[in-house]
Every structure is written in structure tokens, then in C-alpha cells.
């Protein structure tokens, strides 16, 4: 799969691009799930790239796993893998390291994870982070749980084996209810398919009909490729258990409270082809892109998107301004795992390695460059001076999201505050550190208005969880508050 945000594995963008850390996917009621699987995990690749597991059940063979480094594609399409996966149910994750280790990824962090308990065996695979992690983790080894990994998830399988409820399901609603952060989570038994959404819905996960079974992802795109029916997303806190015996059963085990979902999906995270609360990722990107042409105009003769995030954005730009739309900046599409150990030389040709500019196309022109965000703006910086030594005249960066200035502590893969530039520096400040000709971002109420809300964001009840721009957490992240993190003071 072709990916259009750049690689774990990459060196260009290592660290410049706020990262989802995880896709989930599981199936019931098919002939082989492990199929399935692998299929809707390759197309939820863009959600994790390091590594991705895959558990199954057969009645006559128990229980089954596969996990494995690297991509989808490289593990999960060779027939002695899948002669291992058999049976009609099973779940599946592809992961960043967020949470756990980071770096040289342990094969024990990759989900998803197992546990044997009395009534019998589950397995769970979770996107999102848990703000309250390690002093579970404390309390669950000072009584006695030995973790087998150093990711959060884990927990979850500690605090169900604790529980005293008589099923899994039971289970898994008690050891959630102490949970606190972000977690969509795909479980199985040897029956039973399990979803659960935290009360906010901060992370996606929806629901789908595949012939007579049924299906789990974290992304619409998923059930795309396996030529399934989208009925629902799974709501905000709401666990569906699916069997062939029973069909959904919805339970709804957490007090209610006002849904506050991820606005980064929209804006880079998810597919564009996938569809998020009823809409269109692509449309909503190229209304972002139209707000932003509202908000920060500027006379020039090309809108360039940075490929390929930029891309929706920048044709929304070039639709309202009126300013024609061109491919100034080609990305090599098969810049993947080829340079992970080259020589100095070959890793200091930096962002060279992925975009080419189209020098007869930028020549003496003033460029309106449109990309998604600036983390660190190393890449930002690199494409200004690719831009300029290709003979533009004039360069000026519009950027489809807020000043990203606060770390995601709900399962986003950012750096430390004092290493985002925004959180440093004022707009004007990053123009002159960048060396670009204007610099723009479009505003949280700019941003509210392209998904849909056309008011604006509501400062006193937000609609959506946007702390990487408000540093308004709608769930305290506790244990970085232990560690030092400082909150954004009151207004």
C-alpha cells in the first residue's frame, strides 16, 4: 500500500508529523478471518506502520496469534503465515509506538494482547492511550500482575483478569470503567466480537456487514476493501458484543457525557476516502482548504499542495481563491524502508529522498505552498529552500490546521511541548525562523466551521477534542501532571 503521510521508517519526516498511533480491525461470522483481517488492517496501514498483529479462534484448533514487524504487505500475504490463522473469528492492530517502547520496538508491545481467564480465553487490540496508565500499573504489580509488555494497553487485560464478573464482556466493562484517557477497542472471545468507544469517542471506530458476518475498523476505508456494508460508527461510549448466535447486543456501561472526538482526524490522521460522523474526510479537507483561502488571502500565481496530506486542502484553496492548482512538488511514491541504514551522505539529503520540486513549473512564480501542520517545521524549512533554489520568486506556507502548540496524550504520537514550535514561537516568529514570505494557519473557529459547525467552536462546551491546539484536555492526562506537565492556565 502506497501511503500518503510519510513512514516510521523514514528519515525525512522522523519526528516532523504528528502520528496515529494505531488501527484496529476484527470480524466474525466469515469463513476465514485471518483474510479479512490482513486485508482491513493493510488498508488502515496509514494508522501504524511499525508493526501489526493478528489473533484468531477456530473451534478445533484454539486460539491462534501472528505478530510481526514491518509492514501488512511483507507479513500477512504469505500463505504458510495464514495457514497458521484459521477460523471465523478474529481481530487484528497495526501500531506506532506511542505508548511502550519507542525506537527499536519490542515484539512483546505488539498487539493484540492475549490473556487466559477461567471462563476462557480473549483477546484485545486498542488505539488510544491511557492517561492514567502507570498508576494502574503500579497498583496492578503491587498486587501481584506480571506484565509481559511495556505498553499501556496492557493494563486492560490485568485489570479483567482482577475482575470478579462471570463473562468477558463483564469483564471488560469493569476494568474500562477504571480506565481514564482514550480507547476505541476491538475484542474477541471464542464466540463473541467485542467494540468499545471511551464516553468521549475521542478515537473512531465503526461498524460493518460483510455477507453474513460482521465487522470492526477504526476507519470506513477498511470495510471498503473487503467489500463490506457501512452500517454505524460504534457511539461514544458504547460497547456492541457480536456473535452468530445473538447478532449486536448494545450495552452502555459508562455514565454519558458530551462526545468530544478527535478534530486531527479531519484534518490529517484519517483516509480521505473514509467517511467520519457522516462525512466525507476528502470534502472536509477541501473545506478546510476553502476557509483558509477565506481567512488568509494572498496574491500569487500557484497553489501547491506538500504532498500528499496537503493535497484536499490545497484544491480547496485553489477553488475558492480562484489562484490555479498545480503539482509543484512530486512525492517518490516508493521512498519506503530502502533507506533506513544508508550512508551519511544518502540520510542527509533529507526531504530530497521523497519531493522533488517541478523546477519548470515553480520557475518565477510566487508559490502558495498548503500542507497540514508545522510540528517542528524541519521539513517545513527543507521544501521553502527546495522551493526557492528551483527559482521561485516568492514562497508563502498556508497551513490547513491551528498552530499545533500541546502535546496529544489520547494516542498521537507528538513531541514535547518545548519541542513544538508553536508552543515557542508566535506566528511571526515562525515566518522568520522558517524564511518564508507570509505564513498563515487557519483558525480553531476557521477549522470548526469546515467540519460543520457553523458557529465556530464553543468556547464554553467544545465540540470536539482539540487540545493540540487549545491545550483544553478533556480528560486530565494524570500521570504526565506527575511527571511535570503543566496545564494550560485558566482564563
Not at 486460539?63 to 500475504?77: A, C, I, L
Not at 471464542?190 to 478515537?203: M, Q
Amino acid at each position: 500500500m502506497t501511503d500518503w503521510r510519510s513512514s516510521p521508517f523514514d528519515p525525512v519526516e522522523d519526528d516532523d508529523k504528528l502520528k496515529e498511533e494505531c488501527g484496529v480491525f476484527g470480524v466474525v461470522g466469515v469463513s476465514s478471518a485471518a483474510n479479512f483481517t490482513a486485508l482491513g488492517l493493510h488498508a488502515l496501514q496509514h494508522r501504524g506502520q511499525e508493526a501489526g498483529g493478528i489473533v484468531v479462534h477456530d473451534p478445533e484448533q484454539g486460539f491462534n496469534t501472528v505478530r510481526r514487524f514491518g509492514y501488512v504487505r511483507d507479513n500477512f500475504t504469505q500463505q504458510d503465515v495464514m495457514d497458521m490463522l484459521p477460523g471465523p473469528i478474529g481481530i487484528g492492530h497495526v501500531r506506532y509506538s506511542t505508548s511502550g517502547s519507542k525506537g527499536a520496538t519490542a515484539i512483546r508491545d505488539v498487539q493484540p494482547f492475549f490473556g487466559e481467564f477461567a471462563m476462557g480465553g480473549a483477546a484485545i487490540a486498542h488505539n488510544g492511550n491511557i492517561t492514567n496508565a502507570d498508576s494502574l500499573r503500579r497498583e496492578l504489580i503491587e498486587r501481584g500482575s506480571i506484565f509481559q509488555s511495556s505498553s499501556d494497553s496492557e493494563c486492560i487485560i490485568h485489570l479483567m483478569a482482577r475482575s470478579l464478573q462471570r463473562n468477558i464482556p463483564e469483564r471488560m466493562k469493569d476494568a474500562l470503567r477504571r480506565v481514564e484517557g482514550a480507547f476505541s477497542v476491538v475484542a474477541m472471545t471464542r464466540t463473541k466480537l467485542i467494540g468499545v468507544r471511551d464516553p468521549l469517542g475521542v478515537r473512531p471506530l465503526v461498524l460493518g456487514k460483510v455477507g453474513d458476518g460482521w465487522v470492526l475498523s477504526s476507519e470506513t476505508c477498511a470495510l471498503d476493501i473487503i467489500g463490506a456494508e457501512f452500517i454505524r460508527e460504534v457511539e461514544p461510549g458504547e460497547m456492541v458484543v457480536i456473535s452468530e448466535k445473538d447478532g449486536i447486543v448494545s450495552h452502555r456501561p459508562f455514565e454519558a457525557k458530551k462526545p468530544r472526538f478527535c478534530i486531527f482526524e479531519h484534518v490529517y490522521f484519517s483516509r480521505p476516502d473514509s467517511i467520519l460522523g457522516g462525512q466525507s474526510v476528502y470534502s472536509t479537507r477541501e473545506n478546510i482548504g476553502r476557509e483558509l483561502a477565506k481567512e488568509a488571502p494572498v496574491d500569487a500565481d500557484l497553489v501547491c499542495p506538500v504532498p500528499d496530506s496537503g493535497t484536499p486542502a490545497a484544491i480547496g484553496y485553489s477553488l475558492e481563491s480562484g489562484i490555479p492548482y498545480a503539482m509543484g512538488i512530486i512525492r517518490n511514491q516508493y521512498m519506503g524502508r530502502t533507506f533506513i541504514e544508508p550512508s551519511e551522505s544518502i540520510r542527509n539529503m533529507g526531504v530530497r529522498l521523497k519531493l522533488n520540486v517541478n523546477r519548470a513549473l515553480v520557475r518565477g512564480k510566487r508559490i502558495i505552498l498548503v500542507d497540514d501542520s508545522v510540528v517542528r517545521g524541519t521539513t517545513s524549512h527543507k521544501i521553502k529552500e527546495m522551493i526557492l533554489e528551483a527559482g521561485a520568486a516568492e514562497v508563502h506556507f498556508r497551513i490547513a490546521s491551528p498552530p499545533t502548540a500541546w502535546p496529544c496524550f489520547y494516542g498521537v504520537d507528538t513531541p514535547q511541548r518545548e519541542k513544538l514550535l508553536a508552543a515557542t514561537m508566535s506566528t511571526e516568529e515562525m515566518r522568520e525562523h522558517l524564511g518564508v514570505d507570509s505564513l498563515k494557519f487557519i483558525s480553531l473557529d476557521g477549522l470548526y466551521r469546515a467540519v460543520g459547525e457553523a458557529k465556530g467552536r464553543d468556547p464554553a462546551s467544545p465540540q470536539y477534542c482539540d487540545a493540540c491546539f487549545s491545550g483544553d484536555y478533556p480528560v486530565e492526562p494524570s500521570d504526565q501532571i506527575h511527571k511535570g506537565f503543566q496545564l494550560k492556565a485558566a482564563e
